[in-house]
């Protein structure tokens, strides 16, 4: 037979997962899940059991770790040393574990995430309350097994004579599974086994009244009753933990943020060096210096503020951006039954519970064979010290021990356990106190036999044992709780004046789009005025903000979206800059451009609405605070028909009425509050009925009859009409003509459209751009006031090869 015919074909996923399954099983079972009995990892429960089996306990000296390292990886657990010295450091740092369970003597670490000195160096042995995990293990409590080379034997769980899972927590990642699971107070965690004791029935609401929730080993502030309850109740759920801070005065009118906790598994240097990197960044103004005070008297962080500064708003904001506070998920993954399973707490419990009870039961068996033997002994001692003389006669008269053994067993019924004791009696037991001794022993532990007896015959009996014996490690253990708790998570708003220095500046948006921040100093050192400001060639200045940098700026655009800009986002440029283009701001296609930028100061400012005007003739008008968002992509701003654009959107108080211009010399005038208020993504209402190959190009706010309208053609013809001349008609019309084109083939044309129209009542600068780029400035004056259908006059040159494409009022402060 060839090498090749002793294999059997196999497909390779199968293979796979096959090996891939028993991987998976093996670090689920044997590595990362700990057993909701004893609430340890294969790895702790090793090392605690060979410190115990190697005599390392808290009534003998310290150890070298090295030494119970060895002892680990060479009898039971055969993977690396750094594997196991981790998790012996772990259970040696009192800010990760609740309850120590390995008493440290060296350098085990600290808080600021330093490395334990080698395991050469530290020296351990086992803690006061890890003796109670193994209380009882030499009296058959616990199966024990072959370990890995079948040379000795070692426990699969451990007697765990209080709740270690819950109380000390843990964290685990395995394939598939992960677990996180938070310490909790002793006392709390021993009174709810006490409850569920009592009544297996109990609700989950009755044991949060004693189990309040998480208590970590690092104290500081737990937020989300909420969070709290899903995960008693699921396996699964949300909480905040947050670090205790006080805002103590200094002299000079200063104060300083003194942080004394912080939250479980964060690494305190990393912590300080955050809020010292806000700090030389200034993301945050008001900083004057952080300090990590910590030593022998606590854990102490000093954030030191400058004068005047607001220290709510700057602890708000080291909340939200640093460590300070961190969100803590609950996933109570353990091993039930060889199986992993999210538990509940009360499932916890139930489980911790039957492990104990089968822990008192088979201890109170082996006690109860230990007592039975003894006394059987005892019995055979106290008949034979009655019978002395026969016993001593029988003996001498005997060849040897073995003859001797058989002569009492066959003369006075002694069992050979009886006989044998009797032979190994020594002289001076015969003595009267000694005789009264072992009848006194014989009485006792017939009571002792009584009391184990009566163990195993009611469970009462056995769960009243449980508690006692929990209850007295509530009172050597129990310490108070060290985490304090809040039902509501408490949102934190950080305001931006403590983000950002409020400054007056002035932001400019020219006609090809470059935006650009300029401080009012460079202004005014360049002149002060608009003709100085920096543009490239060709491009104009077309919307000049004075505004303040905690200001929010609305930017819209032609295609419907609108973008959120913090005035203090935008980069700052020198006045003679010529600023960034507009995409390198906000993500604006290419296609897109923007039509409208307005400030805000205060989204909430009541009867303020933003009103939208498109192309079509729709008119929509929604609340401003529809608009507030954190986002900084675009956002739908109007739903628009195809082909459709927004040409204008402007902030209203609803006072006025809205004059809607179209290109084919239309107007329209009425209240804006005919147009109800609809949602954000709302499509609008007919705002003025637009013919075919007509569209809106001005929508103008007006009131009164003070003014007149200007309106403009690409052949740059004008007039301005008095705003009396329109009447005030309900939306959705026709409206009334606006402008008069001349027509015929002798008649020199004033054009084919209006370019836009505007409402003026002083003289205005207009900045009219032709198809080409150029550029023209005229005055609103230069266009002669006529009739409201009229033909206007050229108030402006224009090549019919280069037509004039919009107009706008120059910028000015």
């Not at 990362?32 to 390392?56: C, E, F, H, T, W």
């Not at 400001?533 to 609108?562: C, H, M, P, S, W």
């Not at 007149?708 to 301005?720: F, M, Q, W």
Request: proline share 4%; aromatic share 6%; charged share 30%.
């Amino acid at each position: 037979m060839s090498s090749l015919e002793q294999f059997l074909p196999a497909f390779l996923e199968e293979v796979v997962g096959d090996r891939f399954g028993r991987y998976s099983k093996y670090i689920i079972q044997d590595r990362a899940i700990p057993d909701v009995r004893d609430g340890l990892k294969p790895v702790q429960r090793r090392i605690l059991y060979a410190m115990y089996d190697a005599g390392n306990t808290p009534d003998k000296g310290y150890r070298k770790s090295a030494k119970t390292v060895g002892d680990v990886m060479g009898n039971y657990h055969p993977h690396g040393d750094s594997s196991i010295y981790e998790g012996m450091v772990r259970m040696a740092q009192p800010w990760k574990m609740a309850h120590m369970l390995i008493d440290g003597h060296g350098n085990w670490g600290s808080i600021d995430d330093d490395p334990a000195a080698a395991m050469r160096y530290t020296e351990a042995r086992l803690s006061p309350i890890a003796m109670e995990l193994l209380r009882d293990i030499e009296k058959r409590t616990v199966l024990f097994k072959d370990n890995f080379d079948n040379t000795t034997k070692e426990p699969v769980v451990l007697p765990s004579r209080y709740p270690n899972l819950l109380v000390n927590g843990v964290s685990g990642i395995s394939s598939g599974f992960a677990t996180e699971i938070p310490p909790h107070n002793l006392r709390e965690i021993i009174d709810a086994c006490n409850a569920v004791m009592d009544n297996p029935d109990i609700e989950l609401l009755q044991l949060m009244t004693i189990v309040k929730g998480p208590d970590f080993p690092t104290g500081g502030l737990i937020m989300g009753e909420d969070g709290i309850r899903d995960a008693y109740q699921t396996g699964k759920g949300r909480i905040y933990h947050r670090s205790k801070s006080t805002i103590e005065d200094l002299k000079g009118g200063r104060q300083q943020i003194v942080i004394t906790e912080i939250p479980y598994q964060v690494v305190k240097s990393r912590l300080v060096t955050a809020m010292e990197n806000i700090r030389i960044e200034k993301k945050v103004e008001g900083i004057a210096e952080v300090r990590d005070e910590s030593g022998r008297g606590g854990l102490r962080i000093v954030v030191e503020l400058k004068k005047d500064a607001d220290a709510q708003g700057i602890l708000a904001y080291l909340l939200k951006k640093t460590d300070l506070q961190v969100a803590y998920s609950f996933n109570m993954v353990a091993i039930v039954n060889k199986t992993p399973k999210q538990l509940g707490l009360k499932e916890m419990l139930t489980a911790y519970i039957a492990h104990q009870k089968e822990v008192v039961t088979e201890r109170s068996k082996y006690e109860l064979e230990k007592a039975e033997d003894r006394a059987h002994v005892l019995e055979g001692l106290a008949k034979a010290l009655n019978l002395l003389d026969e016993v001593i006669a029988t003996i001498k008269a005997s060849k040897n021990r073995q003859d001797a053994q058989q002569n009492l067993v066959a003369k006075f019924t002694f069992t050979e356990r009886q006989a044998d004791a009797i032979l190994t009696l020594q002289l001076y037991r015969l003595t009267n106190l000694e005789i009264t001794s072992i009848e006194k022993e014989l009485k006792d532990i017939q009571k002792r036999i009584t009391y184990l007896r009566s163990i195993l015959a009611s469970e009462k009996k056995l769960l009243s044992v449980i508690k006692d014996e929990l209850n007295e490690i509530r009172e050597k253990y129990g310490i108070d709780r060290r985490s304090d708790i809040q039902g509501e998570v408490e949102e934190l708003k950080v305001n931006l004046e403590v983000i950002v220095p409020a400054e007056d500046v002035l932001v400019t948006l020219s006609q090809e789009g470059y935006i650009k921040r300029t401080s009012k100093l460079s202004f005014t050192r360049s002149g002060g005025e608009l003709g100085s400001a920096g543009v490239k060639e060709g491009d104009v200045i077309r919307t000049l903000l004075d505004v303040n940098t905690i200001d929010q700026l609305l930017l819209f655009t032609r295609k419907g979206q609108y973008y959120q800009l913090p005035v203090h986002q935008i980069p700052e440029f020198k006045w003679k800059d010529t600023g960034t283009a507009v995409v390198n701001v906000v993500p604006l296609p290419k296609d897109d451009s923007i039509v409208s930028v307005i400030p805000v100061k205060d989204f909430e400012t009541p009867e303020r609405t933003l009103v939208f005007v498109t192309k079509r003739g729709q008119v929509k008008r929604t609340e401003l605070k529809e608009y507030k968002s954190t986002r900084s992509t675009a956002i739908a701003a109007v739903k628009l028909a195809d082909g459709d654009e927004v040409i204008r959107v402007a902030l209203s108080d609803n006072t006025k009425e809205l004059l809607l211009i179209t290109k084919n010399g239309m107007g329209i005038r009425f209240p804006e509050n005919e147009v109800n208020p609809m949602g954000r993504v709302a499509a609008g209402v007919r705002g003025i009925a637009v013919r075919e190959g007509d569209e809106i190009v001005a929508a103008e706010w007006v009131s009164g009859d003070e003014g007149e309208v200007l309106v403009l053609t690409e052949l740059g013809y004008g007039k301005r009409s008095l705003l009396l001349d329109y009447p005030i008609q309900g939306r959705g019309g026709k409206g009334v003509a606006t402008f008069e084109f001349k027509e015929g083939k002798r008649v020199r044309s004033n054009g084919e459209g209006l370019i836009g129209g505007l409402h003026c009542k002083e003289e205005r600068e207009l900045v009219l751009l032709t198809a080409a780029g150029a550029i023209q400035n005229v005055s609103t004056e230069k266009a002669p006031i006529d009739d409201r259908k009229s033909t206007g006059r050229a108030i402006a040159a224009v090549d019919k090869k280069d037509v004039l494409t919009t107009f706008f009022v120059r910028a000015d402060l």
